[in-house]
């Protein structure tokens, strides 16, 4: 019993993600058009910040985020569709 709370603990902080890296965020319509003219960039757990903005003006859009280093798409996290 005195091991349940450290082991319940640890596996609560495994749970946690901590987002690092630069990430590239675009954002096209329901028909596949680009709706911005430039890209946005975001630094870790920003990437939230900036996809939250854009569905909150484009709430049908598809954002897409990509590591910039390696171009390739975040999993589980892109392509998001905006409700």
């Known amino acids: 019993m005195k091991y349940l709370v ?3 603990a640890l596996l609560a ?3 946690c993600i901590t987002m690092t890296g630069n990430y590239e965020v675009t954002a096209k319509d329901e028909s596949g058009n680009a709706l911005s003219k430039g890209k946005f960039l975001a ?5 939230y910040t900036v996809r939250n903005s854009i569905c ?3 709430p049908k ?3 897409t ?3 910039v280093e390696t171009n390739e798409e975040l999993a589980g996290e892109s ?3 905006c409700d």
Not at 43 to 47: D, E, L, N, P, V
């Open 56 to 58: 909150s003006v484009y």
């Open 61 to 63: 859009a598809v954002v």
């Open 13 to 15: 902080l495994g749970g």
């Open 6 to 8: 450290p082991v319940l």
């Open 65 to 67: 985020i990509r590591d």
């Open 79 to 81: 392509p998001y569709r």
């Open 43 to 47: 630094h870790g757990s920003g990437i």
